[in-house]
C-alpha cells in the first residue's frame, strides 16, 4: 500500500476521533443546558411560593432569597461554562473540518497514484504481449 493510503488511513482515524470530540463538546453544552432549565424552574417554583396566604410565610423570605441568589450565581458558572464549551466545540469543528480538506487532498492524491500504477501495468502488459509477437 502507498505511502499517501496510508496518510489518508491516518487521517480517516483523526477524523473519528475528532467526531468523538465534538460529540462529548455537543453533550457537555446538551447538559449545561439541562442545568440551566432545572434552575429556571426551581427558580419559578420559589417566586410562586412567595405568596402571603401561608401563616409561615415570613419564616422562609430569607432562605428564599438566599436560594434565588444561589441559582443566580449557578445560571451565571453554567452560562460561563457553556460558553466554553461553545468555543471548544467551535475549535473541533475548525479541526475536523480542516482534516477533512486534507484526508480529500490526499485521498485524490492516493488514487491518482493508484491510476498511474494500473495505467504503467497496463502499459507494461500490452508491450509484453507486443513484443512476444515479434
Request: charged share 40%; net charge positive; aromatic share 2%.
Amino acid at each position: 500500500m502507498s505511502e499517501t493510503s496510508e496518510r489518508v488511513k491516518r487521517l480517516n482515524r483523526m477524523l473519528k476521533v475528532q467526531a468523538q470530540k465534538r460529540l462529548l463538546e455537543e453533550w457537555r453544552i446538551g447538559q449545561l443546558r439541562e442545568k440551566r432549565t432545572e434552575l429556571e424552574k426551581s427558580d419559578a417554583e420559589i417566586l410562586a411560593s412567595l405568596g402571603a396566604d401561608s401563616a409561615l410565610h415570613g419564616l422562609f423570605i430569607g432562605a428564599k432569597v438566599n436560594n434565588l441568589r444561589r441559582n443566580e450565581a449557578l445560571r451565571r458558572k453554567l452560562a460561563d461554562e457553556e460558553k466554553e464549551a461553545e468555543e471548544r466545540l467551535l475549535g473541533v469543528r475548525r479541526v475536523e473540518k480542516s482534516i477533512e480538506k486534507v484526508r480529500d487532498r490526499t485521498g485524490r492524491i492516493a488514487d491518482a497514484e493508484a491510476e498511474a500504477i494500473q495505467r504503467d501495468a497496463s502499459i507494461d502488459a500490452f508491450l509484453a504481449r507486443t513484443t512476444s509477437f515479434e
